[in-house]
């Protein structure tokens, strides 16, 4: 998933509905046609996300249901100009009524992030502690002199050593 469609997930997980006028807001704005429309329509049609309104694609169009439903909801976000004309293939409606909601499977997706960050986080924790470990174990025991076994007896006569006599 793209980072424009994490994002208008992450934003609609937040309130867990939102109106489509919002839910068109949160879309990038690059290229100011249908294209900006992609990510919030993969998320509608991965069901993500779920739309009160009802997407059917045209005839002949039904293996291309992104495509259709970025155009859709590219018409949606037109607005009609000062002297009243409109485009020809825009729908005006309210769009207050009609939601966008978050469904169980982007919920779990989104949970699904955030464990994978907290598994990372804590791998990366616990690599840092055992290499800081590992260092000072070694530092001490490089500092430490090795302690050296009882020496062996000397041999008794030799000229090093003296033995004490009895009076």
Known sequence: MNGAALSILRKV?????????????????????????????????????????????PKGAEKMREY????????????????????PAAIFFDGRNERVFLKAKGALFLDEIRKRRWDRFYSL???????????????WFETKPIPTPNPTPAIVGSPAVQVPRRP
Not at 29 to 50: C, F
Not at 70 to 83: F, G, P
Not at 125 to 139: D, E, I, N, T, Y
Request: aromatic fraction near 10%.
């Open 68 to 87: 259709s439903q970025a155009t859709m909801l590219h018409s949606m976000s037109l607005k009609k100009k000062d002297d009243g004309s409109v485009a």
């Open 125 to 139: 924790l616990f690599g840092v502690l055992l290499a800081f470990c590992g260092l000072w174990l070694k530092s």
């Open 13 to 57: 997980a937040k309130r867990y509905d939102v109106t489509i006028a919002e839910a068109l807001a949160m879309a990038p704005k690059k290229n100011g046609d249908y294209r900006d429309k992609y990510p919030l329509a993969m998320l509608l049609e991965g069901e993500y996300l779920g739309f009160t309104m009802e997407h059917i694609p």
